[in-house]
């Protein structure tokens, strides 16, 4: 009994495991499509700030192909705080 209950509480943190990562995968796209969007909008018209953006943008990208979705979402919420300051 106690190993059915050992085996059903691992099987159990194996899938809210896979539902975090997959949450963090959702959330690591959203943010990339959400800069990429700020990026072609009028709001940010300063090409080097466009240029630096699309390649942190391409960096979040590459991260969340290799499966680094950490590095993603660090990636794309120091991208959201800085396009926040430069266009208070």
Same mark, same amino acid.
């Given at each position: 009994?106690? $190993?059915? %209950? &050992?085996? &059903? %509480?691992? /099987? %159990? !943190?194996? !899938?809210?495991?896979?539902?975090?990562?997959?949450?963090?995968?959702?959330?690591?796209?959203?943010?990339?499509? $959400?800069?990429?969007?700020?990026?072609?909008? !009028? @709001?940010?018209?300063?090409?080097?700030? +466009?240029?630096?953006?699309?390649?942190?943008?391409?960096?979040?990208?590459?991260? $969340?192909?290799? @499966?680094?979705? +950490?590095?993603?979402?660090?990636?794309?919420?120091? /991208? +959201?705080?800085? %396009?926040? +300051?430069?266009?208070?």
């Amino acid at each position: 009994m106690k $190993r059915l %209950l &050992g085996c &059903g %509480l691992l /099987v %159990l !943190a194996g !899938a809210l495991s896979f539902q975090a990562s997959a949450a963090d995968d959702d959330t690591c796209n959203a943010n990339i499509q $959400r800069l990429q969007d700020r990026v072609n909008s !009028a @709001g940010t018209t300063d090409p080097k700030v +466009k240029e630096l953006v699309t390649k942190d943008i391409e960096s979040a990208s590459a991260a $969340r192909d290799k @499966g680094n979705v +950490k590095e993603c979402l660090a990636i794309t919420d120091r /991208v +959201k705080s800085r %396009l926040d +300051k430069y266009n208070k």
